[in-house]
């Protein structure tokens, strides 16, 4: 263990967070691993993706004056913590084999000369010619070790060239050493620290809970009709749909497409130049929705993914924990969906079958078998996760998966469901789900009195359920076999045989609704138009646009204090201004394409949330807010400042009173 006396105890830790980061707060055991590393010990830490691993070094590198080493496997991730690491104004660089020889020159003598606060290396850097020689003129105050399990043949990604960095170790016996990994078996992390040499090293184990992560699990009826209605409720945001095979991946996105969804495929048959640029298309905040093999999120680092679908069933649970792991890293409520029907067990049992190592085809059958329990749980999901590793989920009820959110009764649905198959079939069967119920709810839209349907008997039959109630409804009488959704493109509801038998006969109906907590009622849709996808699909989300339309403005310095906590996937919706957003988010996009950096590179999702909450319109308002600081103050302040006062000037010429 290498101790140091550089006087860490009078680095203001959280003042460096602010200024640097634009950040007020630590996660959960940030500070705790920061002070480590300042005081000059070695750490191992165990966080689950998204926890915020990255910051336990970086802000450290930015507190000394000696260079900090990272090693990181995967050279698109380096570019990403570099480009944001510069926009907070921090001295960073990276060496990779996709940097010319020129330029590693050029790197390499910037930190000899101590002009570099971070160097990311890939780990093959190692052994190359002329490293050591460099290694041997430069002065490294602290290594930080990424994706650590790399070195572990136990992990799932061993990589040889890892087994070299013990040449760091003893090249510089006194600088710290920080390895870090979301991998969590005990045999792995025994195996960092006896590769590395460090078997002082404090560990860090944070727990696995995604917090904002909310949990569902879906039938495989309708799954197109599902995952649409998804997207729509995740309109404009980024969103991953994990698929079976190539071709299921090719199809959906093509399918998509046609429902008028900006979407493209992802997986190892492409050829390179096509999944780079549907990466990097992603990551530009072009392209909302890839439809992908397993093949896709390795290498990509994107915090504001907010809806992951798995389409089928994956083959274990921990390739289910990490590719959901994908979703929320900047802490923001966001959502994993599984879909899943009995029949899927037979579709793997197949591949299983066809395992040669008897072994390998019982570890198979047994993940497989863990799988599906967690599809079939009808106890909380988030626990059944947690335990698969290792951990214990107290809480009776975790309040972020669809077991513990959804509570459900019987009611007697005769009534209600006549009157939605007459208002179908009066409708004349050709129209969305959401149109009938416009017709049902007497609805004023010009669509409904263009149409004449505000003369039908059946107009404004049901004025006492709200739309979500009667979207439910639908689904259930899909469900029962009472209603078919056709049309190949357009999802139209149509009344099956069993559902004319239903109305002739006047059979009683009980269906299963949710509970549902506390009833705020609803405004029409009136989201922006440019929120909805392109096309005109007849069946457009509705379902809960979580924003609030307005809202209130709070002084900045009335502002509750929003730590760094990750916020619960079940909060009510948030309170920010949609379309101050949506401009925002406009601004935002301007810069990173002026910057060939991702949008988040300029500001998170969180960060724009705030600004279209608070309305800062001066630079001291504007550096309050969550992820600004300093140097994005002096440099983006003033493109966002102007579009925040515009906006706020036009409401409240409006009479909509901003103050
Ligand atoms: P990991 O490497 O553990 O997956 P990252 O280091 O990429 O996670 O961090 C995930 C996200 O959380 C990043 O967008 C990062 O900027 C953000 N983040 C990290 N620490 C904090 C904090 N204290 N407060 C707010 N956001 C943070
Ligand atoms: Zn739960």
Redesign the pocket.
């Given at each position: 263990m290498a101790e140091r006396a550089n006087g860490a105890a009078e680095v203001d830790i959280r003042r460096v967070?602010k200024a640097r980061f634009g950040?007020d707060?630590?996660?959960p055991l940030?500070a705790e691993i920061i002070e480590n590393v300042l005081a000059g010990r070695d750490s191992l830490v165990l966080?689950p993706?998204?926890?915020?691993?990255?910051?336990c070094y970086q802000l450290p590198a930015l507190c000394q004056r000696e260079l900090t080493l990272v090693v990181s496997p995967l050279i698109s991730l380096m570019k990403d913590q570099v480009d944001a690491l510069q926009a907070n104004g921090a001295a960073a660089a990276y060496v990779n084999s996709s940097v010319p020889a020129r330029e590693v020159e050029r790197i390499f003598a910037q930190a000899r000369a101590g002009r570099l606060a971070l160097l990311y290396i890939a780990p093959e850097r190692l052994a190359a010619p002329g490293f050591a020689r460099f290694l041997r003129a430069v002065r490294v105050g602290l290594i930080a070790i990424d994706e650590a399990h790399c070195i572990s043949e136990w992990g799932h990604d061993f990589r040889p060239d890892y087994r070299n960095l013990h040449l760091l170790r003893e090249r510089f016996p006194q600088a710290p050493v920080i390895a870090l990994t979301?991998t969590a078996t005990a045999r792995v992390r025994d195996d960092i620290v006896q590769q590395l040499g460090i078997l002082d090293a404090q560990r860090f184990v944070s727990s696995f809970d995604r917090e904002n992560l909310i949990y569902v699990v879906r039938s495989k009826r309708q799954r197109f009709d599902a995952l649409v209605g998804l997207l729509y409720e995740h309109a404009n945001q980024a969103a991953i749909v994990y698929c079976f095979s190539r071709k299921d991946a090719d199809n959906l996105a093509d399918s998509l497409r046609q429902a008028g969804f900006q979407a493209l495929p992802y997986h190892a048959g492409l050829d390179a130049d096509t999944r780079k640029r549907t990466q990097d298309r992603f990551i530009h905040d072009e392209t909302p929705i890839v439809t992908a093999t397993i093949a896709f999120g390795m290498g990509i680092?994107k915090?504001d993914v907010r809806l992951i679908v798995h389409y089928d069933l994956p083959k274990t649970l921990e390739g289910y924990y990490q590719e959901t792991g994908r979703a929320g890293?900047?802490?923001l409520p966001s959502e994993c969906v599984l879909f899943f029907s009995a029949g899927d067990r037979r579709k793997h049992e197949y591949f299983i079958k066809e395992i040669e190592d008897p072994d390998e085809q019982a570890r198979a059958e047994q993940q497989l078998d863990q799988m599906i329990a967690y599809a079939e749980a009808r106890t909380c999901r988030r626990a059944l996760i947690l335990r698969y590793f290792g951990e214990d989920y107290a809480q009776p009820t975790c309040g972020g998966c669809d077991v513990c959110l959804t509570e459900r009764e019987p009611f007697d649905a005769t009534e209600v469901a006549q009157k939605v198959l007459s208002a179908i079939i009066r409708t004349g069967e050709r129209f969305g789900a959401l149109h009938v119920i416009a017709v049902l709810r007497g609805s004023r839209a010009r669509r409904v009195l263009a149409l004449g349907h505000d003369r039908l008997s059946v107009y404004g039959i049901v004025r006492d359920l709200d739309r979500d109630s009667l979207r439910e409804i639908v689904g259930l009488l899909v469900d029962e076999g009472l209603l078919r959704l056709s049309g190949d493109k357009y999802r139209v509801p149509s009344v099956t045989a069993a559902g004319r038998a239903f109305l002739q006969e006047r059979q009683p109906l009980t269906l299963r609704r949710a509970v549902r907590e506390t009833e705020t009622p609803e405004p029409e849709a009136h989201e922006p138009a440019e929120h909805k996808p392109a096309a005109a699909y007849p069946q457009p989300s509705g379902a809960r646009p979580r924003q609030r339309e307005r809202v209130e403005h709070v002084p900045a310095a009335a502002r509750p204090q929003r730590g760094?906590r990750a916020q619960r996937a079940t909060e009510g919706p948030a309170d920010f201004d949609l379309a101050l957003f949506e401009l925002l988010r406009q601004v935002r996009l301007e810069l990173a394409r002026e910057r060939e950096v991702p949008p988040y590179v300029i500001f998170?999702d969180r960060t724009l949330r705030e600004m279209a909450s608070s309305f800062p319109q001066d630079h001291p308002s504007f550096e309050r807010i969550f992820g600004v600081g300093r140097v994005k103050l002096a440099e983006f302040a003033d493109d966002f400042l102007p579009v925040i006062r515009a906006y706020v000037e036009s409401n409240e010429a409006q009479g909509q009173g901003y103050s």
């Open positions: 967070l950040y707060e630590f996660r940030q966080m993706t998204g926890g915020g691993k990255s910051l979301a680092d915090p890293r900047d802490g760094g998170g």
